[in-house]
């Protein structure tokens, strides 16, 4: 049973850093393209940055995120550190997977269309 778990979430102050954590148990980690996508209150889902399976080290970011959120991995976990945070980045963080191995998109963002997700960890961001 393929099961993921959000972990790091919290509140901070703007210009703060937090990291999440992905954990993934039931399937070979390595192998799968791991996303990291938010929704806040009233908004859509929207994709934040992926990496694909270890033999491919393929990265995105969704532009709102580039040169603040780094995504990597380890043979745990997925880990998005996120940095010089501001009160719009404030939502429930969500790790997916189709279980495929590369990140897939619709259009120029990240699909949404994912098999398996984690319940979300809550980010607030506020001074």
């Known amino acids: 049973q393929v099961q993921l778990v959000e972990s790091g979430g919290g509140s901070v102050q703007p210009g703060g850093s937090l990291t999440l954590s992905c954990t993934v148990s039931g399937v070979t980690l390595d192998w799968y393209a791991i996303a990291w996508f938010r929704q806040a209150p009233g908004k859509e889902r929207e994709g934040l940055s992926c990496?694909?399976?270890?033999?491919?080290?393929h990265i995105f970011y969704t532009n709102s995120v580039k040169g603040r959120f780094t995504i990597s991995r380890d043979e745990n976990a997925v880990h998005l550190q996120m940095t010089d945070l501001r009160p719009e980045d404030t939502a429930i963080y969500y790790c997916a997977t189709d279980l495929g191995p590369y990140c897939v998109f619709s259009g120029q963002e990240l699909s949404t269309s994912k098999s398996f997700w984690g319940r979300g960890t809550q980010v607030v961001v506020s001074s």
């Open positions: 990496i694909a399976n270890t033999n491919s080290g």
